[in-house]
Structure formats: C-alpha cells, structure tokens
C-alpha cells in the first residue's frame, strides 16, 4: 500500500484531513485550538453516555426539569404532570419523572420496570386523568404521595378509579419516581 503526502504538511502518512494537526484562531484575543475542542466535544455523548447514562438525554434533548423545590408542592405538580404526560401518550415526559430504578406494581399486583413502563404508555387507552385527595409527605430526601387518579373517557363516562401511592427521591436538585403502587376501585367505592 502505497502512502501519501499531505499536501498541506508535506509529511508521508495519512490523508491531510486524518493528520492531527493543531490549527489556533483567535476568538476575542484568546487562542483555542480548535481541532481539540472539535474533538472533546465530538466524543463528549459517548463518555457522558457510558459514565452516566442518565445525563445522555438531559443534555439531548429531554427538558427535564431541574431545581425543583423540595417540598410537597412539588410532588403534587409532578403527579399533575404525569397525568396530563399519560393522557399524550408522553414517553419522554414520563421518563423524565421515573428514576433508572423505578418499579411499579400495578392493579393486578404484577410489577414492571421503568422500561416497561414507558413501553406502555403509547398503548394506553385514551382518557382524561383527574387526580384529586393528593396527598404528599416530604421525609428528608425521600417523599410519597397518595391520591386518587380517575379515568374519564370522551363522553365523560367514569372508566376507572384507582387509588395510588407514588415514592420519590431528591437527587441532583430533582424528584424522581423510584416506585409506584396501585388498587383499582370497585365502581361502588366513592
């Protein structure tokens, strides 16, 4: 295999554009060297991504929000959140909610990971949800919630009632859903 010479470095080797060469510009009287911002910033998801996945998508493209307060204020405006995210059909917004170690035991008592959580959501039936008797308890950097999410279709028909518990941690000036439980309520309970 025959080897070329650069053009611009008149070196044998690699093509002028493989060669690692430091280029300086100014940008408001200071140097940079471009090439290696080039380079830290193009490999910047990949060590983000293996060191700390939960960053990948707060970085690229999620809005999660941050600098929630950390109170029970807050956890009711999550839950509103969520249910307004599960009436979209809103994966991301959910995910934005749910921690890396969420689980959910649903009505029936069988429990699912975060994973499988988000995986339904766009199989939800569609539905209005209305949360009422929220309840939140903030303990340190742990919290709960208890309410009673109501389920109304297009018509107004009450379709289900389900009384829920949802169990939050503060991390990284957020709260995030680490479990979930819920009963369906027979049609006779009030």
């Not at 998801?45 to 060191?51: A, E, N």
């Amino acid at each position: 295999m025959s080897q070329r010479v650069s053009r611009q470095s008149g070196r044998a080797g690699r093509p002028s554009f493989i060669q690692p060469q430091a280029r300086y510009h100014s940008f408001g009287g200071n140097n940079v060297k471009v090439s290696l911002l080039l380079a830290l910033f193009a490999t910047l998801p990949v060590w983000v991504g293996r060191s700390c996945p939960t960053l990948l998508p707060l970085m690229f493209g999620n809005n999660c929000p941050t600098h929630q307060t950390h109170d029970g204020n807050a956890l009711v405006q999550i839950e509103q959140s969520w249910a307004q995210a599960l009436e979209g059909h809103d994966a991301d917004a959910v995910g934005c909610i749910l921690a890396d170690e969420f689980q959910d035991a649903d009505p029936s008592g069988q429990l699912h990971d975060r994973a499988e959580t988000l995986a339904q959501i766009p199989h939800r039936r569609s539905g209005k949800n209305i949360l009422s008797e929220l309840t939140p308890h903030v303990l340190g950097d742990s919290g709960y919630i208890r309410g009673l999410a109501t389920l109304v279709d297009a018509q107004g028909k009450t379709v289900a009632r389900v009384r829920f518990t949802d169990i939050y941690v503060y991390r990284d000036q957020r709260w995030l859903a680490v479990a979930g439980q819920e009963t369906l309520l027979p049609e006779t309970a009030k």
